[in-house]
């Protein structure tokens, strides 16, 4: 009798569901560990003061703005702050990696850089399904 009061309290529907739970949570660990690995800002540019991203996600490779963001990085803050999270509700892979970006200003000294990025993952169409332009300053100490 037990057992089959249990087996009601999970309607059929649930357990897809738990599944899709399961394999975000799996995601979000990894992403955990990623940004364990990736460091510190002052380990990977020690002459880094400051840094600055503006951040416009767009729908598509549309102008349509979908969300703006600020991400502002201390020496302290860890590195994997410049891979940018794709913000499109059904991205999983996804997003845009500053970090080579940041590379290149950093070697030449710049203070402030503009560009443009298309999100890796593509629609049925084979079209980047987001892209965003960032607008990056850096303070050198
Ligand atoms: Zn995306």
Same mark, same amino acid.
């Given at each position: 009798?037990? @057992?089959? /009061?249990?087996? =009601?309290?999970?309607?059929?529907?649930?357990?897809?569901?738990?599944?899709?739970?399961?394999? =975000?949570?799996?995601?979000? $660990?990894?992403?955990?560990?990623?940004? $364990?690995?990736?460091? $510190?800002?002052?380990?990977?540019?020690?002459?880094?003061?400051? #840094?600055? #991203? &503006? @951040?416009?996600?767009?729908?598509?490779? /549309?102008?349509?703005?979908?969300?703006?963001? /600020? *991400?502002?990085?201390?020496?302290?803050?860890?590195?994997?702050?410049? &891979? #940018?999270?794709?913000?499109?509700?059904?991205? *999983?892979?996804?997003?845009?990696?500053?970090?080579?970006?940041?590379?290149?200003? *950093?070697?030449?000294?710049? =203070?402030?850089?503009?560009? =443009?990025? $298309?999100?890796?993952?593509?629609?049925?169409?084979?079209?980047? &399904?987001?892209?965003?332009?960032?607008?990056?300053?850096?303070?050198?100490?």
């Amino acid at each position: 009798m037990a @057992i089959k /009061t249990s087996e =009601k309290e999970k309607p059929a529907g649930k357990k897809g569901r738990k599944n899709f739970n399961a394999g =975000k949570n799996a995601r979000r $660990l990894e992403l955990i560990q990623k940004k $364990l690995d990736a460091g $510190l800002l002052s380990e990977r540019f020690p002459g880094v003061s400051d #840094i600055t #991203i &503006h @951040i416009i996600q767009f729908y598509g490779i /549309t102008g349509q703005v979908f969300m703006e963001r /600020t *991400v502002n990085m201390v020496p302290g803050s860890n590195l994997y702050l410049l &891979h #940018i999270p794709c913000m499109e509700g059904n991205c *999983v892979n996804g997003g845009f990696d500053l970090t080579s970006r940041i590379e290149e200003m *950093v070697r030449d000294k710049k =203070k402030s850089g503009k560009g =443009k990025m $298309l999100c890796e993952e593509k629609d049925g169409s084979g079209i980047s &399904h987001a892209s965003v332009s960032y607008d990056i300053s850096i303070k050198y100490s």
